[in-house]
Nanobody
Framework: QLQLVESGGGLVQPGGSLRLSCAAS????????IGWFRQAPGKEREGVSC????????YYADSVKGRFTISRDNAKNTVYLQMNSLKPEDTAVYYC???????????WGYGMDYWGKGTLVTVSS
């Protein structure tokens, strides 16, 4: 059974850090781009970051550039999202997904086939 499981969410103070993990089972992440997405209450889902399968290219939303870093460990079949300098507006459920991401005229786009169930990140004092 193909499955993506996120972990590492929690409550953190503004300015703090968290590292999210996305572990795959039933398939190998090597051949898929992996993206992180988030959805805050009352808002649409947004793409946060993505890492390609081919050359390891990375993409970030403007709102997280310089603060978040995506990486992959193919040996562990896991992708990470290191989140630093967290802000209250980063509060959301974070999802990982497997599929494809690519450069577009607007910046970057994605098409995802498999989704995890999400992990909640709350940034609050």
């Amino acid at each position: 059974q193909l499955q993506l499981v996120e972990s590492g969410g929690g409550l953190v103070q503004p300015g703090g850090s968290l590292r999210l993990s996305c572990a795959a089972s039933g398939f190998t992440l090597d051949y898929h781009a992996i993206g992180w997405f988030r959805q805050a209450p009352g808002k649409e889902r947004e793409g946060v970051s993505c890492i390609s399968s081919s050359d390891g290219s990375t993409y970030y939303a403007d709102s997280v550039k310089g603060r978040f870093t995506i990486s992959r460990d193919n040996a562990k079949n896991t992708v990470y999202l290191q989140m630093n300098s967290l802000k209250p507006e980063d509060t959301a459920v974070y999802y990982c997904a497997a599929g494809a991401c690519m450069t577009t005229i607007q910046g970057w786009g994605y098409g995802m086939d498999y989704w995890g169930k999400g992990t909640l990140v709350t940034v609050s004092s």
